[in-house]
C-alpha cells in the first residue's frame, strides 16, 4: 500500500536539535525526500536519500533511513527560529523510464521557541 | 537559474466555471508533475508530463485534465468547478536522468471557488 506516517506536531527551543520522524510502507521505494513548506509558499527541497543508503548528511541536515523498518528521520542540528515550518517527508513510487510519484506525509509542524 | 514558475499565482472562480492554470519548468527540465494540496487529504498526486505525453494519472475525476508543451510548459484545466475544488495546486519539475532524481517545486497556485 502507499501510506506515509508523519507525527504532526513538534516543538523545540532555540539551539537544540530537532528530529522528525517519518515511516513508510512501500518496500519498493527508491528515493525518500524531505520538503519544507513556510506560509503561503510551495515545497522546499531540502534533501533526498536513496533507499540503499543508511545516512546523508547535508550541512545541519542529518537524514537517517532505517529500511528494515521503513523508517526515516530528519535531524537538524542548531535549530534556529527561520527553521520554523512544515516539514514533509515523502516516497516516490517509480515507474518505467525514472518517471513516478511522490507519496507525501500530513506533515510536522515545528515550532521554533526563542 | 530561475526556479519553477506557476502562474497565476490566485484564482477565485465560481462554481461550474472552468480553470486553467499554468506551469514553466526549470530550463531543461523535462518532466511536469501536478499536486493538489487540502487541509483535508494533504498532498496529492494529480498526474505527470514528460515529453507532451500524460506518464502518470492520480486518483482525480475526468474533471482534471492537463498538457504539456514542447518547451516542457505545462497546463492544467479543471472543469466544472466544484466547492471542494478549492486548494493550493503545485506543480514540480524534474530532469528525469541518471543521476538526477530531485523534483522542484513552484510557489503554488492557490483556487477558491466559491
Known amino acids: 500500500g502507499e501510506d506515509v506516517e508523519q507525527s504532526l506536531f513538534l516543538s523545540v527551543r532555540e539551539g537544540d536539535s530537532s528530529v522528525i520522524n517519518c515511516t513508510y510502507t512501500?518496500?519498493?521505494?527508491?528515493?525518500l525526500y524531505w520538503y519544507k513548506q513556510e506560509p503561503g509558499a510551495g515545497l522546499q527541497l531540502l534533501t533526498y536519500?536513496?533507499?540503499?543508503?543508511d545516512m546523508k548528511q547535508d550541512q545541519r541536515l542529518t537524514v537517517l533511513l532505517n529500511k528494515k523498518d521503513k523508517h526515516l528521520s530528519l535531524r537538524i542540528a542548531d535549530t534556529q527560529t527561520g527553521d520554523s515550518a512544515i516539514y514533509f517527508c515523502?516516497?516516490?513510487?517509480?515507474?518505467?523510464?525514472?518517471?513516478?510519484?511522490?507519496?507525501f506525509g500530513q506533515g510536522t509542524t515545528l515550532q521554533v521557541k526563542p | 537559474k530561475a526556479g519553477v514558475t506557476q502562474t497565476p499565482r490566485y484564482l477565485i472562480k465560481t462554481r461550474g466555471q472552468q480553470v486553467t492554470l499554468s506551469c514553466s519548468p526549470i530550463s531543461g527540465h523535462r518532466s511536469v508533475s501536478w499536486y493538489q494540496q487540502t487541509p483535508g487529504q494533504g498532498l496529492q498526486f494529480l498526474f505527470e508530463y514528460f515529453s507532451e505525453t500524460q506518464r502518470n494519472k492520480g486518483n482525480f475525476p475526468g474533471r482534471f485534465s492537463g498538457r504539456q508543451f514542447s518547451n516542457s510548459r505545462s497546463e492544467m484545466n479543471v472543469s466544472t468547478l466544484e466547492l471542494g475544488d478549492s486548494a493550493l495546486y503545485l506543480c514540480a519539475s524534474s530532469l528525469i536522468s541518471v543521476g538526477s532524481y530531485e523534483q522542484y517545486f513552484g510557489p503554488g497556485t492557490r483556487l477558491t471557488v466559491t
Open positions: 536519500i536513496f533507499s540503499n543508503m
Open positions: 515523502a516516497e516516490k513510487l517509480q515507474f518505467s523510464g525514472n518517471t513516478g510519484k511522490l507519496i
Open positions: 512501500d518496500s519498493s521505494s527508491t528515493y
